[in-house]
């Protein structure tokens, strides 16, 4: 019994719905051959989006150098305040010379070129990148298939009241289900696009003044003076470098060495090298010891 109400609950969901399709031509058809109004209207709606105001959204990049970035950004800020825009982002980083600053500005579609130019006075520009997207086919196209869409959910729904057993109800509430989240996945697309449409899109980029150092002139003694000690000192750094690398193994490794090598000698009868010792000095002349003065026949 449940396959057979299986196979028959889409049959019972495809009736209605060439039944409506058939009398919705029945009814164009019977319009047209009466000059009712339906004809007329269908004529009237392509010349309706071709006379109305395209829809574009604009996007932007602004880079600015400025001497006091947090005053600029505080008055960036304000601009677009004034034209009831907003401020969708804001980052800082630095401070003094290197404090940066990233604002990302939502403007009225309307005042969006004119607010562009007013934030370029704040400080010496840099780079600027505009664009706009024409999306009113888009916006057109996400209309129909909302329709289409809710259209779809209120057949859903009569089906649902119209239900004659358990398993007609729940296979109905599952396809409910779905058709409405496909229904409120396009409406968020809409409400994004009409956002974007409504609101322009400037990032703005502050950054502090590069300070350009003056070119040195030719070296002199004094410069000459100071390389020389810089020179020293790090010859004295790079020797004392070495020096402390090479002492680890001077005593771990030179002072076994000098051991064995002197062992070494004594065991083959060989004089060790020693420091011969210091001899006196010979007595002068004259003194205890020492020669004789020679005589005054002996000049």
């Not at 604009?58 to 034209?83: C, F, H, K, N, W």
């Not at 969006?112 to 997207?133: D, F, M």
């Not at 959910?153 to 058709?179: D, K, P, Q």
């Not at 004295?236 to 402390?244: I, K, N």
């Amino acid at each position: 019994m449940r396959r057979l109400a299986a196979l028959l609950l889409p049959i019972a969901l495809a009736v209605p719905v060439l039944t409506g399709c058939s009398a919705g031509r029945e009814d164009s058809d019977s319009g047209t051959a009466t000059g009712g109004d339906p004809a007329p209207a269908a004529t009237e709606a392509p010349a309706a989006r071709e006379g109305a105001d395209r829809l574009v959204v604009y996007t932007g990049e602004l880079s600015l150098t400025a001497p006091d970035v947090p005053g600029a950004a505080r008055q960036a800020i304000a601009a677009v305040d004034a034209v009831d825009g907003f401020v969708a982002g804001d980052e800082r980083e630095g401070s003094g010379d290197t404090a940066t600053a990233t604002l990302t500005l939502r403007i009225p579609a309307e005042v969006y070129t004119a607010t562009v130019e007013s934030l370029a006075a704040l400080g010496t520009e840099q780079a600027r990148e505009l664009s706009t997207t024409d999306v009113t086919e888009t916006s057109a196209d996400l209309d129909t298939r909302i329709a289409t869409k809710r259209a779809s959910v209120e057949r859903v729904r009569e089906l649902m009241e119209n239900a004659a057993s358990l398993s007609e109800v729940v296979a109905l509430e599952a396809e409910l289900t779905t058709r409405e989240a496909e229904l409120a996945e396009l409406q968020a697309k809409q409400r994004d696009l009409t956002d974007a449409v409504t609101f322009g899109t400037l990032t703005l980029r502050l950054e502090s003044p590069v300070n350009e150092t003056a070119p040195a002139g030719p070296p002199g003694f004094g410069s000459g003076v100071a390389s020389g000690w810089d020179g020293l000192l790090l010859f004295l750094g790079v020797s004392a470098t070495v020096l402390g690398f090479l002492l680890p193994f001077l005593v771990v490794v030179g002072l076994p060495l000098a051991a064995l090598w002197t062992w070494s000698r004594r065991r083959r009868g060989l004089p060790v090298l020693r420091r011969a010792p210091r001899r006196p000095a010979p007595p002068f002349a004259g003194e205890p010891g020492g020669p004789k003065p020679p005589g005054p026949g002996r000049f």
